[in-house]
């Protein structure tokens, strides 16, 4: 991911998860110190006919500032989701790793 870019980030599901679940963060943090959180309001959800099979899928797009937050010097940001269901059980994903790549400008474009 570029810092200052507008990423979108797609997660996919067996079960439909705006149903299934009552509430869910997406959690992004640098060096065990959070820096942004997203929440079931930010998400977007469908669904994908893969061969057949139906995919549910919930998804949001980072903004500039979002991607701005990560800290450059920092060069790894870990995402976990975590989600509330209707029989109040959290599910838990594992920590996902991804690079933060530099821009050479990373002015807001509007």
């Known amino acids: 991911m570029y810092r200052a870019s507008t990423p979108r980030h797609v997660f996919y599901f067996d079960i439909d998860p705006e149903k299934y679940f009552k509430s869910m963060q997406i959690t992004y943090s640098q060096d065990g110190t959070q820096v942004l959180v997203k929440n079931k309001d930010d998400l977007t959800f469908g669904t994908e006919d893969s061969e057949g099979e139906v995919q549910y899928m919930a998804y949001f797009q980072l903004s500039q500032e979002d991607t701005k937050a990560f800290d450059k010097t920092r060069p790894f940001v870990s995402l976990q989701v975590r989600m509330l269901d209707q029989h109040d ?3 838990t994903s ?8 530099k821009v050479l400008n990373d002015e807001v474009l509007s």
């Open 89 to 91: 059980n959290v599910v």
């Open 94 to 101: 594992p920590i996902v790793r991804f690079r933060v790549q």
